[in-house]
T-cell receptor, first 113, second 111 residues
Framework: EADIYQTPRYLVIGTGKKITLECSQTMGHDKMYWYQQDPGMELHLIHYSYGVNSTEKGDLSSESTVSRIRTEHFPLTLESARPSHTSQYLC????????????FGPGTRLLVL | GEDVEQSLFLSVREGDSSVINCTYTDSSSTYLYWYKQEPGAGLQLLTYIFSNMDMKQDQRLTVLLNKKDKHLSLRIADTQTGDSAIYFCAEMNTGGFKTIFGAGTRLFVKA
């Protein structure tokens, strides 16, 4: 069973606020990912990391930033939330190697008013 | 660039078989995956197949891979209402740097 956690699960916040979405995994996985997904729609990769101190932007341009100071932790930050940031954010991790099953967290649903 | 395409919707009756199809463009894909997403949840791996295999069976699930046509399918036998979800096809390229996901197929199971 995958051990990857996201908090908060739901967040309603006003425009202009700074927010950090937390993601933690206890599997020791090197690779971690952030996806943005509008409800019932496709996934868009916005950030990924190969390991500590490694972060890369994904396919979809995002105003968010990420950090990877510890293997198990990959937080995503929005400095100034806007209504266009309203979406679901999914965190995932994978072991790295030849077979790259990704384990997903339950997601954070963000609503920016 | 790499692309993965799926039909968006599929509706079946309970007890029938469901077949969800996927096409991909990257001929160097090494692993192909099927993930399931239930409402309000993250994705969960259902099964995967290595590119040198034609078929993989796991209980009610059968994966067929036609590498020549770059076509992947997932067959769910005896579909149940609990199988209603979004099913994502995904491929991983030889570099293993990233996994490309399709847009997902929404499976509706009618009782």
């Amino acid at each position: 069973e995958a051990d990857i956690y996201q908090t908060p699960r739901y967040l309603v916040i006003g425009t202009g606020k700074k927010i950090t979405l937390e993601c933690s995994q206890t599997m020791g996985h090197d690779k971690m990912y952030w996806y943005q997904q509008d409800p019932g729609m496709e996934l868009h990769l916005i950030h990924y990391s190969y390991g500590v101190n490694s972060t890369e932007k994904g396919d979809l341009s995002s105003e968010s930033t990420v950090s990877r100071i510890r293997t198990e932790h990959f937080p995503l930050t929005l400095e100034s939330a806007r209504p266009s940031h309203t979406s679901q954010y999914l965190c995932a991790s994978s072991e790295g190697g030849t077979q790259e099953t990704q384990y997903f967290g339950p997601g954070t649903r963000l609503l920016v008013l | 660039g790499e692309d993965v395409e799926q039909s968006l919707f599929l509706s079946v009756r309970e007890g029938d078989s469901s077949v969800i199809n996927c096409t991909y463009t990257d001929s160097s894909s090494t692993y192909l995956y099927w993930y399931k997403q239930e409402p309000g949840a993250g994705l969960q791996l259902l099964t995967y197949i290595f590119s040198n295999m034609d078929m993989k069976q796991d209980q009610r699930l059968t994966v067929l891979l036609n590498k020549k046509d770059k076509h992947l399918s997932l067959r769910i036998a005896d579909t149940q209402t609990g199988d209603s979800a979004i099913y994502f096809c995904a491929e991983m390229n030889t570099g293993g740097f990233k996994t490309i996901f399709g847009a997902g197929t929404r499976l509706f199971v009618k009782a």
